[in-house]
Structures are given as C-alpha cells and as structure tokens.
C-alpha cells in the first residue's frame, strides 16, 4: 500500500535527480527525469505476507530482462535513471525491493541474504514466463554481492554481472564473527557503520540527500540478522558449471576497493567471471558514471547473450 511516507521519499528523490548534474545530464535534463519516473510499472510478485514489490521499465523492442538487485538500505526506485535508459536500450529492467525495502512487507531492514536470493529466484521465475526472455541478474554493491552468492548457490541466469562483490565467509574467522553477531539478531545496524559512505558519491547533491538521510523509505539501519547472514555465508562446493558472471568495477572505488573482487573471485573458483574495470570510477557507479556504465553493460551484455 502506498503510505505519504512513499509518496514523500519519490518527490525528495525526484527533486534530488533533477537537481543532480550527472542524472540529469544521462536522462535528458528534468523533464527526462519526469518522463523516466512516468513510465514506472508497479509489480508485485509472490503472495499475501510474502508479495514482494518490482519497479518494471518495459522496453519496446526487448532482447532480454534485467533482474536488478539494489544496494544495502536502498530501494529499486533509488536506480530508476539506471532502469530507464536500460529500458531505453532494448531490456526489460524489473528492480527488486527486498522483504523490509522499499514497498515490500517486512520489518525494514530485516532481510537475510538467504530470503534475498529466494526472492531473487522467484522474480527470475517471474521474468522467464512472462517475457520469455534471457534473464540478466544484476546488481550494484550489496546488489552486486547478492548476484555473486546467487551464481555460487547454484541459480542459473543467462549471464550475471555484479557491481562489486566480497565473500567474507570464504574465511572461517570471519565465518566466527557471524556467529557472534548472529546472537544479536534484534539489533539494528547503521549501514554507515558498515560502509564508509564518505566515498560513496562524487556528486555533491547525492552526497548531501544520503548525508542528510532524507529519504525515509530507505533503511538506514539493517538488523543483526541480516549482518551475520552476509558473514557467515559460504558455499564450500560451487556448482560445476556456473551460470557466466562478469564483475563490473571503478578503479577510483574506495568503498569497495577492485582488489576485494579479484579476491572473492578467486577464493570462490569461478572459472566463467570476468573482471571489467572503469577507469577513473568510484563507487555510485550507476549514478555518478552513467555514461560509462550503460555502454560497457550493453557490451557485455551482447557479447554474451548473441547467437
């Protein structure tokens, strides 16, 4: 149900667009912005207690659906620029609002990284038998390490490219620590305490709208539960033949630094991940870097997706 909360968050976030130079300038100036937030389909997946929001962009002429899985706190509207001129270039985009995120039932900020990937499977599912496409998984920071989990957990998209991802439970002291924390499920985290969000951003409007906590359908603050599950989880055998995963970096990232890629993937073994790095990028990478982001996206997309 749409409470003034939501109506609230989506004019401040509009309003935020327009005023950000960098969004404005990818979507077209602020009447993009009005245009892109126009074509917004709300979905809803699953049932009763468990129904799980989608922002949908329906493309005209679509090769393929983009599953997309946002960042920690954050929401599928928050990427609404993204999804649009993804849209714009021929996918379906279906953005994710996790149990506890955006206009998904839950106790906010309370979702596991295990109930985030069963909800992923379920929108996959969705997204094959009503568009009878390639499904791409994708995802950005805590987005980008769910999509990474996904592919080790055995889910099978057509190609899936994570912004980013860590695996800290490939460690078993850090495994450890999981379990200490998971002692602690009720306890709630700020997501700053967990990510420097000084590096968030190079765009000083974003930079002030995430600092000022403005938004208030965002979680600022996640559960003790959703912590421990993203240390503690580890896949010891990885499927044998993993769906094709490419990771998407900016070398300037210092939230989330490239190096941690090159690690998770290694310690992981996937034999089909690529690594593709964004000169000169920092970590808002489907913000701040549009105009590199949606050009190397429809690369790696077609080169994996062509007959």
């Not at 920690?72 to 620029?81: C, E, L, N, P, Q």
């Not at 860590?166 to 602690?184: C, D, L, M, Q, T």
């Not at 290694?266 to 489907?286: I, N, V």
């Amino acid at each position: 149900m749409v409470s003034l909360e939501w109506e609230r968050a989506n004019r401040s976030l509009r309003d935020m667009m327009k005023r950000s130079y960098r969004l404005s300038q990818a979507a077209g100036g602020p009447e993009g912005i009005e245009g892109i937030f126009a074509r917004i389909e709300n979905l809803w997946v699953g049932k009763k207690e468990k129904e799980v929001h989608l922002d949908f962009f329906q493309a005209r002429a679509p090769r393929a659906t983009i599953v997309f899985q946002p960042g920690i706190g954050m929401y599928a509207r928050v990427y609404a620029v993204l999804g649009g001129l993804l849209s714009r270039e021929g996918y379906h985009f279906l953005g994710i609002d996790r149990p506890g995120h955006g206009l998904s039932p839950g106790k906010k900020g309370d979702c596991t990284v295990e109930e985030a990937m069963a909800v992923t499977g379920e929108v996959m599912e969705f997204a094959r038998k009503s568009f009878r496409l390639p499904v791409v998984l994708m995802g950005s920071s805590l987005g980008g390490i769910l999509t990474f989990f996904a592919v080790l957990s055995g889910l099978a998209p057509e190609l899936a490219i994570a912004h980013n991802v860590i695996y800290p439970g490939w460690y078993s002291g850090f495994r450890a620590v999981g379990e200490i924390v998971s002692r602690f499920p009720a306890r709630m985290i700020p997501i700053k305490w967990m990510a420097n969000f000084n590096h968030l951003t190079l765009d000083p409007v974003i930079m002030d709208w995430v600092t000022r906590e403005i938004d208030p359908v965002i979680a600022w603050k996640v559960s003790g539960r959703f912590l421990a599950s993203l240390i503690q989880f580890w896949v010891k055998y990885p499927p044998e033949d993993p769906a094709p995963l490419a990771i998407v970096a900016g070398t300037r990232d210092r939230m989330i630094w490239p190096v941690w890629s090159r690690m998770a993937v290694r310690s992981a073994g996937l034999k089909k991940a690529t690594l593709h790095l964004l000169p000169g990028a920092g970590h808002f990478l489907f913000h701040d870097h549009l105009d590199q982001a949606i050009p190397l996206l429809k690369k790696i997309i077609e080169e994996n997706l062509s007959p």
